[in-house]
C-alpha cells in the first residue's frame, strides 16, 4: 500500500494536468466541486501536514536560524514583488492581476517538499520553511495582497486574515496537537497526508477550471505566460540570492524550490471567497499550480544528476 501511495503521489502533476484537462472541456463534471469543497478539501490537507509534524519540528528551526531566516525572507518579499512586476511588465487584467499577486504572497506549497527530495536538496529544511510561511500566512499574505493589489480592486485585508488562520494555521495546530497527544493514531492518519493532499489540489484544481472554463479560454496564453514568468523568477531570483550570500548548494537549491512553489490552491480558495467577482483570480491559482510543477520538476531532474558538493 505504501508503495502505491509513493507511486500515486510523485504522478501529481499527471493527475493534475489530466483533471484540469477534463474540466476544461467538459465543466459538467466537476461543477459540483465548489467553494465549500474547495475549503474543507484544503484544510483537511493542512491537518494532514500538521500530523505529520512534532515539537521536535519546531525547535529544529532554532538550529539552523540563518538558512531558515534567508527562506522565510525571501519567500515573502521576492515572490511578491515578482507578483507585482508581472502584472505590471504584462499590463495584466485586473482579476488576472490580483491573481497572480495573491499566488505570489502566499505561502510555500508542500509539492516542494517532494520536489526538494528529487532535487537533492534539504528535505528538513524545505519541512521547515513550508512550515513557517504556512503558519506566519495569516500575517503576510493579506499585507501584501492588500498592498499590492489594492490598485486593482479593494481587498478586505481582514477577511484574508480570518480566512488564512482558518485554511492554514488552525488545521495545522490541531494535527501537531493531535500528534502531541495520541502519536498513534496521528502515524496512521499522517499517512495519508501526502495523498490527501495530492487529491485536495488536483480536485480543487478541476472545480475552478470546470468554474471559469470561458474565461480561461479567452485569456489562456496570458494566463500561462503570467504564470511561468512569476515561477521563473521565483526560482531563479531564489536561487541567485542563496549563492551571493555564499551558502552551500543544497541550501540554494532548497530556498529556490520553496520560493519558486507557492500554496496555489490556498490561492484559488481564497480567491474564490474574495474575489468571487473576478473567475481569473482563481484560474491564476490553478495555472500556478500546474506551471511550479512543471518547472520544478524539471529543475529537479536537472539537480538529481549533480550531487551538491557542500
Not at 509513493?6 to 472541456?25: C, G, M, Q, R, S
Not at 525572507?73 to 491573481?99: C, N, R
Request: glycine share 10%.
Amino acid at each position: 500500500m505504501t508503495r502505491f501511495f509513493n507511486w500515486f503521489n510523485n504522478l501529481y502533476p499527471v493527475w493534475l494536468v489530466t483533471l484540469a484537462t477534463i474540466a476544461f472541456f467538459w465543466p459538467q463534471t466537476m461543477l459540483w466541486f465548489g467553494k465549500n469543497w474547495i475549503f474543507w478539501s484544503l484544510a483537511a490537507s493542512m491537518l494532514g501536514m500538521g500530523l505529520t509534524l512534532s515539537l521536535e519540528d519546531f525547535k529544529a528551526i532554532g538550529r539552523m536560524p540563518g538558512s531558515v531566516a534567508l527562506g522565510f525572507v525571501a519567500q515573502y518579499t521576492i515572490m511578491p514583488l515578482s507578483g507585482w512586476l508581472v502584472a505590471e511588465a504584462l499590463q495584466l487584467d485586473p482579476g488576472l492581476a490580483v491573481g497572480i499577486i495573491l499566488v505570489a504572497s502566499c505561502p510555500g506549497g508542500m509539492a516542494s517538499n517532494m520536489i526538494s527530495y528529487l532535487a537533492r536538496a534539504n528535505v528538513a529544511l524545505s519541512v521547515l520553511l513550508t512550515l513557517a510561511s504556512t503558519l506566519l500566512a495569516f500575517f503576510f499574505t493579506p499585507m501584501w495582497t492588500s498592498t499590492l493589489a489594492g490598485k486593482y480592486v479593494p481587498v478586505d485585508a481582514w477577511g484574508l486574515c480570518l480566512s488564512a488562520l482558518q485554511l492554514t494555521v488552525a488545521p495545522v495546530v490541531l494535527g501537531v496537537l493531535i500528534r502531541w497527544k495520541l502519536p498513534r493514531t496521528a502515524d496512521q492518519i499522517g499517512a495519508c497526508g501526502p495523498t490527501i493532499a495530492v487529491l485536495a489540489f488536483t480536485c480543487v484544481s478541476g472545480g475552478i477550471v470546470a468554474a471559469s472554463a470561458d474565461a480561461i479560454a479567452t485569456h489562456f496564453g496570458r494566463l500561462a505566460l503570467a504564470a511561468f514568468a512569476l515561477h521563473v523568477l521565483g526560482f531563479g531570483v531564489g536561487y541567485a540570492l542563496s549563492k551571493l550570500l555564499r551558502y552551500s548548494e543544497s541550501i540554494a537549491r532548497t530556498v529556490s524550490i520553496e520560493v519558486g512553489m507557492q500554496n496555489g490552491g490556498m490561492a484559488a480558495s481564497l480567491a474564490r471567497e474574495h474575489f468571487s467577482a473576478m473567475p481569473l483570480a482563481a484560474a491564476a491559482g490553478v495555472f500556478s499550480g500546474v506551471m511550479q510543477n512543471i518547472i520544478g520538476g524539471l529543475l529537479a531532474s536537472w539537480w538529481k544528476r549533480r550531487t551538491p558538493q557542500s
